[in-house]
């Protein structure tokens, strides 16, 4: 995603094995879809790399220095693509874990109401 025209994700790093099983959809990604994401994204350095005996993943550098690792083990082309897109569209963020299950700009004063009310 472009935060005031910027893209986030710098560097998209493919990883795959050679000769393993979970990596054959990724190895079909490599050769039909991802010449054409590379081309349709100029802004974003696309890198492969062969780890031997590991499950493939898909890994995105972000500007705000973050990082995040996707799991693409047998996984389908389209599917492979449909990850690498949503971390182009990503923005790096950290995800951070609400403290309540709502949230309000004007809080109650009597409390948060529950069904467990004994009169």
């Not at 693509?81 to 874990?97: D, E, I, W, Y």
Request: net charge positive; glycine share 6%; with cysteine.
């Amino acid at each position: 995603m472009a935060l005031r025209g910027v893209w986030q994700l710098k560097k998209l790093v493919v990883s795959y094995c050679d000769w393993g099983g979970s990596s054959r959809g990724i190895r079909a990604c490599m050769e039909s879809h991802l010449p054409a994401f590379k081309e349709s994204n100029p802004q974003l350095e696309v890198v492969t790399e062969l780890i031997r005996g590991q499950h493939p993943h898909l890994k995105g550098f972000f500007k705000n220095k973050n990082e995040r690792v996707i799991c693409v083990k047998n996984m389908t082309p389209e599917d492979i693509l449909q990850h690498a897109t949503s971390l182009r569209n990503a923005l790096g963020r950290k995800v951070v874990k609400l403290k309540t299950r709502h949230l309000t700009k004007h809080p109650t004063v009597q409390g948060t109401w529950t069904t467990d009310l004994k009169f």
